[in-house]
């Protein structure tokens, strides 16, 4: 299979690159850059003498289409609502890792994003590719919005209480910790050195862009769901998204049943790892993986359930994910190219 990778020089594409480089089915056919063509991967990354030869194309859709199977957007939001509709327009498969697809109200999307929203019948057809929890059969998929990081984390922690329990969605709370890579690489005051070394930010308290997505999904999984209450903090570190989620319990569950609850839930997901009763993870110990690591605690004294979860925000939250949608597009067993253990410490 041939794909091409369209953002290729920022931290979402080369992690494209380092998953792609040893994925047995896939040739990268095409890197593209809108400001740096002519030029080569090792220019911006040094490191990544695999590609050495590799030239940065610019992005002619047509000549994308021609020459790949599928085509990679890990673009802003913004330019993905452009860029990828005229990719589909020649025929070409995509998978976007931006926020531009991810939500079917256009309403929505235009208040929260603050641009004006990709065209319905898009929208529409795009799946969203929650990849433990996809609703749809996605090898005859055209377009996959691969979900925010953010996102990923909560709803993977979230997923088997909304279904399966009644709970009152309207107490859950997610509170979000990131590394700074969250932030893409170019360089702003926010992530500078000096502004985030030894320091701990609250961001964009009240208005992330995350958190119609996250209830976008919970109100498909549970009629009753609605507003969340969602916080979001930098925390100087490269990589790792934590989210520890706290919910209201009906009074008839027990610590055991919830334990089996998300057990069973995720017995056939090789990449959610439910942690041993007592033990919780720590953002090292998924970096550089696409595993997301789930811990529940149940606190007697206040009846709620706390939910602890942790991703690499570029792998599971980011390229890893669209790599699994990948797979899962092409009839491929999900786990090709993504067996990556965590790096650690
Ligand atoms: N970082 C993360 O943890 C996550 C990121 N995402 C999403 O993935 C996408 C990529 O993120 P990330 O890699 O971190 O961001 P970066 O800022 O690191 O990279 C953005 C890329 O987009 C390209 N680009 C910028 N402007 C344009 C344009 N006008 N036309 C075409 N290409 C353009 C840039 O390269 P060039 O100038 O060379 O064209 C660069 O390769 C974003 O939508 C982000 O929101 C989603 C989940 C997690
Ligand atoms: C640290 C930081 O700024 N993180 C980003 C993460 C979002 C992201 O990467 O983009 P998507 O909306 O495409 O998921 C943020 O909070 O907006």
Not at 31 to 46: L, R, T
Not at 47 to 58: D, I, N, P, R, T
Not at 243 to 259: G, Q, R
């Amino acid at each position: 299979m041939k794909a091409a990778i369209v953002g290729a020089t920022g931290y979402g594409g080369a992690e494209l690159i380092r998953i792609l480089q040893q994925h047995p089915e896939v040739t990268v056919q095409s890197y593209h850059s809108s400001s740096q063509w002519g030029g080569s991967i090792v220019d911006s990354y040094p490191h990544m003498q695999a590609v050495s030869g590799k030239e940065l194309k610019a992005i002619s859709h047509e000549q994308i289409a021609q020459d790949a199977d599928l085509a990679f957007t890990a673009t802003p939001s913004g330019v993905s609502s452009k860029l990828v509709p005229e990719l589909l327009k020649h025929g070409i498969r995509v998978i976007d890792l931006s926020g531009d697809f991810r939500l079917k109200d256009p309403r929505q999307y235009e208040a929260w994003y603050n641009s004006k929203a990709p065209d319905e019948v898009i929208l529409e057809e795009a799946v969203y590719g929650l990849a433990e929890w996809l609703d749809t059969d996605v090898r005859n998929a055209q377009l996959i919005a691969n979900p925010g990081c953010y996102p990923t984390a909560a709803l993977l922690g979230l997923a088997p209480l909304v279904k399966h329990l009644p709970i009152d969605p309207a107490s859950i709370i997610i509170d979000a910790k990131t590394g700074v890579s969250g932030a893409g690489r170019k360089a702003v005051p926010v992530t500078h050195y000096t502004e985030m070394n030894d320091n701990l930010k609250i961001y964009k308290v009240l208005e992330h862009q995350h958190t119609p997505e996250i209830e976008q999904v919970l109100s498909g999984w549970n009629s009753n769901a609605g507003t969340i209450t969602f916080s979001t903090h930098l925390v100087p570190m490269t990589r790792g998204i934590m989210t520890t989620i706290y919910i209201d319990v009906p009074e008839s569950i027990t610590a055991e049943k919830l334990f089996e609850l998300y057990q069973e839930s995720y017995k056939d997901c090789y990449f959610v790892r439910i942690r041993k009763k007592g033990t919780y993870p720590s953002t090292k110990e998924v970096y550089g993986s696409n595993f997301c690591d789930l811990s529940l605690a149940y606190d007697e004294r206040t009846n709620r359930i706390m939910i602890v979860s942790v991703i690499d925000n570029l792998v599971k939250g980011a390229a890893g994910q669209a790599v699994q949608n990948m797979n899962r597009m092409f009839g491929i067993d999900e786990k090709t190219g993504l067996d990556l253990a965590p790096v650690y410490p």
